[in-house]
């Protein structure tokens, strides 16, 4: 199955930026609305490295 990737910019606080440092996308989904506004909705999940 193809993956169509689009890599978008989004200004965030230093908060923010902080609690999704080292997370991967778990999924996402936009919604369009009438007024011609759009919204993406992303759930992140932690990304841990196993050491042996």
């Known amino acids: 199955m193809a993956m ?7 200004k965030v606080d230093e908060q ?4 999704i440092a080292d997370k ?3 999924q996402w989904h936009a919604t369009s609305f009438s007024n011609g506004k759009r919204r993406v909705y992303v759930t992140f999940e ?3 490295t196993v050491s042996a």
């Open 46 to 48: 932690e990304v841990r």
């Open 24 to 26: 991967a996308v778990k």
């Open 4 to 10: 169509k990737t689009t890599n978008i910019e989004v």
């Open 16 to 19: 923010l930026a902080a609690a």
